[in-house]
């Protein structure tokens, strides 16, 4: 990996590495851990009946790779948010998935390379019980570096990740830092630190300087720091740490030479309410420079000229960042966003670069190198970008010295989606159970459009001028149409919001036997008025223009019966009337000739009602046949034509007694 690159991948500020002045003191095993972060994201509820919710869960573990950690695997205490302090409701474990080993070159006069930087990712799927509290997780690893200067003895501390999760209740991912937790800076300089972090749901984020955990027995252990230090002075009386809650930037100086471990919490905010907060265990190596102390590098007016934006999906953004150097020394800018996610997906650039990421992180770098002055511009256009809250674009320039210096410089992005220059036309009163229809007011060129709602269902077509609607249950309802740019994307929907008011309450058969499909009665529960029935497969008898009609159906046919309001005449209630299938029809008439047609003696649905009885009678009242459990089997070549005569009894007790003729 290119240093330019690794100062922005890894802490915009300083290079990002472990102090070679410690190598001697590591011990062979077990002392290793830098810092590191656990993070989560809210899935499903489409786990176990016991434990529905479902969270994918990141640990981001860095530690020095010579003494690789024997810890393949981790254990996770789960506790209740609220409630955390005792027995955990779950213990998980969670595998090692991958280990990146980040290697740095050798700046111009800083002599012995330095070690490398390893991060270990470790990824798990938990499914947990519903409560309305939430979640505490700890997790506790073994054990930190040997040499921490603001430590009482590090190689006793362990490092404890923390993060509260929201209940599935409140659907919500933890925010994500942009930089590894390792930060090299001069001793006896001001260094700017980027340790922002970036929130795939758009809420706010405050940083709030913390302490470093050391054990979670079943209360918070911090570490011991050692005497003069503390935390909020872990470069001791004479050293500064200032942290920018809105934004992450740190600003850091040191006295003397060492490693220093401190933590940040970061704070997730969704209209003004505490969501969770996250922690972030860190380390800072303070180091002597060779070579003279340089100017700083300094971003050119033109750049800082305007650092906030707006645009609406699909347009593009373009802007210009420039830095130079006073001494003329090489210099390198990068860019740090979630924007620069690499090729594909979000469409952003800095230097034409897509930008790159380590370890899964969802916040991307692109670097620009130059001698003495380094310019480049960050491009972005795309559709699906708009959310609440800006996207931050941090940009470093850093000159690649020995006595390295930074500065910072954070450009924000809102991206709102398109006006959408067009309404909803439609009944915004309707009745439960009705069909509606809705059409587009103007939006010329915004085509195709796309409607959804609330409260029903759309059929048929979703993406035209019009659309008809289904709606459901009484209550509220919205229906809503996007339209599309020119570019393709969709623009805010306009609305039209819907009052779904309950319908007619009809009373009468929804089945009736072949034999009883006349004089059916229907009622409706209103008042006296002028109700307007139809009806398919039928006839109004009587009744149309009251409460109460009598209809005749056809035999066999489903009917579809429908009543208006007097006064709301688009609110219709339907109801189906279909044969009963359960009926016994006897038909009258066989036919036993051989042509499949009426061979036997027939009862429709008897297959409905098992071991039915029947017996037949000639005209003279001689029993001719008896079955226990009829199956229309009665008849055949030799059965005489003429009249005979049926008793039929169910196992439910209902008698039937008929006759039918025998035709050759």
Not at 180 to 195: D, E, K, M, Q, Y
């Amino acid at each position: 990996m290119r240093l330019s690159t690794l100062k922005a991948t890894l802490l915009p500020g300083g290079l990002l590495l472990w102090l070679w002045l410690f190598v001697g003191l590591l011990p062979a095993s077990a002392v290793h851990l830098l810092g590191g972060e656990m993070t989560y994201k809210y899935l499903d509820a489409k786990g176990p009946a016991d434990k529905p919710w479902r969270y994918e869960l990141t640990m981001r573990v860095y530690f020095n790779p010579n003494t690789d950690p024997v810890e393949q695997e981790l254990i996770i205490r789960v506790y209740s948010r609220y409630t955390h302090y005792g027995t955990p409701i779950q213990l998980v474990k969670v595998n090692r998935i991958s280990k990146t080993v980040i290697t740095v070159p050798t700046l111009p006069g800083c002599g012995q390379a330095a070690p490398p930087v390893a991060l270990g990712l470790y990824v798990t799927t938990l499914n947990l019980p519903v409560t309305n509290e939430g979640f505490w997780l700890s997790c506790t690893n073994s054990n930190r570096i040997a040499g921490i200067t603001n430590l009482k003895n590090s190689v006793d501390e362990n490092m404890t990740l923390e993060v509260e999760m929201t209940p599935g209740t409140v659907v919500n991912s933890s925010p994500v830092f942009a930089s590894v937790p390792v930060a090299l800076i001069c001793v006896g300089a001001s260094s700017f630190v980027a340790n922002n972090a970036y929130d795939a749901d758009g809420d706010q984020l405050v940083y709030v300087l913390s302490k470093p955990i050391s054990a979670y027995l079943p209360l918070q252990v911090p570490v011991a720091y050692a005497p003069g230090y503390s935390e909020s002075q872990p470069f001791g009386p004479t050293g500064l740490l200032a942290l920018n809650p809105s934004t992450g930037l740190s600003t850091y100086f040191s006295p003397a030479q060492g490693v220093f471990q401190l933590a940040v919490d970061v704070q997730e905010y969704r209209q003004g309410l505490l969501l969770s907060t996250m922690h972030r265990d860190m380390q800072v190596v303070v180091r002597t420079c060779s070579g003279p102390s340089g100017l700083p590098p300094a971003f050119t007016a033109a750049s800082l000229a305007k650092r906030d934006f707006t645009i609406r999906g699909g347009q593009t953004l373009a802007f210009d960042v420039a830095a130079t150097d006073p001494d003329g020394d090489p210099l390198t800018l990068t860019a740090s966003s979630a924007l620069l996610d690499g090729p594909g997906g979000i469409e952003a650039s800095f230097g034409n670069q897509p930008g790159t990421n380590v370890g899964a992180n969802p916040v991307g770098n692109a670097s620009i190198k130059g001698v003495g002055t380094v310019a480049g511009t960050f491009r972005l256009t795309g559709c699906g970008l708009d959310r609440r809250v800006p996207y931050e674009v941090v940009v470093t320039a850093a000159d690649e010295v020995c006595n390295s210096q930074t500065v910072v410089a954070t450009f924000r992005i809102t991206v709102a989606r398109p006006i959408f220059p067009g309404s909803v036309l439609g009944t915004a009163d309707v009745c439960a159970q009705s069909a509606a229809t809705y059409s587009v007011l103007g939006g010329t060129g915004f085509s195709p459009f796309q409607w959804s709602v609330e409260g029903g269902q759309v059929l048929g077509p979703a993406t035209g001028p019009t659309v008809q609607v289904l709606w459901g249950a009484t209550g509220t309802g919205l229906v809503r149409v996007n339209g599309t740019t020119d570019l393709g994307c969709p623009t805010q929907p306009a609305t039209l919001p819907v009052s779904i008011r309950p319908g007619l309450s009809v009373t009468g058969p929804t089945a009736y036997c072949l034999t009883a499909a006349t004089g059916l009665r229907y009622a409706v529960s209103g008042p006296n008025g002028n109700y307007q029935w139809t009806i398919t497969n039928g006839t109004i008898v009587s009744g149309q223009g009251t409460r109460e009609v009598v209809v005749d159906l056809s035999p066999g046919a489903t009917a579809t019966l429908r009543v208006a309001e007097p006064l709301f005449t688009s609110c219709v209630t339907t109801l189906l009337v279909s044969p009963d299938d359960r009926c016994l029809y006897f038909y009258n008439v066989i036919t036993p000739n051989g042509d499949t047609q009426n061979e036997t003696f027939a009862i429709k649905n008897i297959e409905r009602h098992p071991n039915t009885a029947l017996t037949i009678f000639n005209r003279w009242g001689q029993k001719l046949y008896h079955s226990d459990d009829y199956h229309n089997t009665y008849g055949n070549a030799t059965t005489a034509p003429g009249l005979y005569y049926y008793l039929c009894q169910t196992a439910e007790g209902a008698i039937y007694k008929g006759w039918f003729e025998v035709f050759r």
